[in-house]
């Protein structure tokens, strides 16, 4: 594939469903493949498929709609290295936006421009060896950590990593309770029971349309 070519899943505009821009209208663009596979992935559409597109046709797409807000997801969207290029180009035409990435490749090449969030998988995950501890490194106050717990065992290893790592001090850290398996109330009541100072996320979009693709 060129690099100035992804394979995209689709393009859509709706509200940012978590992170900081919540409840803002964003377009979002979701790149096929994903080399993970965690358990809870609502997103398992996007892992093959897809539509072969150039940046230019891309950035035309976003045009239509709107708003500032641009939102780069997946699958994995670094798992095609033209991913950089796209961001570096949204970020050339004074977009505001975020890359929402599994914390398993190398951010470090990302647009300093970019705000970047990014998860730490947790053992419920599954996923939990393919962290790359390394990127830690390259989160920048303006970026956001994103935990989702599964149980009470992913809250306490997400609690001793934050503490291991000084993570809250690196940047904003988001705690997200996997929907339908770890109750958002407990959740809630444990962060508050050890003070932690994170942020407390639900899904809009899933309150509002459910898991439906394109919301």
Same mark, same amino acid.
């Given at each position: 594939m060129k690099n100035n070519e992804l394979r995209i899943s689709e393009i859509f505009y709706s509200l940012q469903g978590e992170s900081k821009t919540v409840g803002m209208p964003t377009v979002?663009?979701?790149?096929?493949g994903c080399p993970l596979r965690c358990h809870y992935c609502d997103t398992s559409y996007a892992f093959s498929g897809g539509e072969q597109?150039?940046?230019?046709?891309?950035i035309e #797409?976003?045009?239509q709609y709107n708003t500032p807000y641009?939102?780069?997801t997946g699958g994995e969207p670094l798992a095609q290295p033209a991913c950089l290029e796209l961001l570096k180009q949204l970020a050339d035409k004074a977009y505001i936006v975020s890359l929402e990435t599994s914390g398993a490749l190398d951010i470090s090449l990302v647009d300093p421009r970019i705000?970047?969030?990014m998860d730490l998988k947790t053992p419920a995950s599954g996923e939990e060896a393919r962290n790359l501890y390394s990127n830690l490194q390259y989160l920048e106050a303006k970026d956001q950590l994103k935990f989702v717990i599964?149980?009470?065992?992913?809250?306490?290893?997400?609690k001793d990593k934050i503490s291991k790592y #000084?993570?809250?001090?690196k940047c904003e850290i988001l705690f997200s309770p996997t929907m339908g398996q770890q109750a958002p109330e407990e959740?809630?009541?444990?962060?508050?029971?050890?003070?932690l100072v994170v942020r407390f996320q639900l899904q809009l979009h899933k309150i509002l349309w459910g898991n439906l693709p394109g919301k």
């Open positions: 979002f663009i979701r790149l096929t597109q150039s940046i230019k046709d891309i #797409q976003v045009a641009i939102t780069v705000v970047k969030v599964c149980n009470a065992e992913d809250y306490q290893w997400s #000084q993570l809250d001090e959740l809630a009541e444990w962060i508050l029971r050890d003070q």
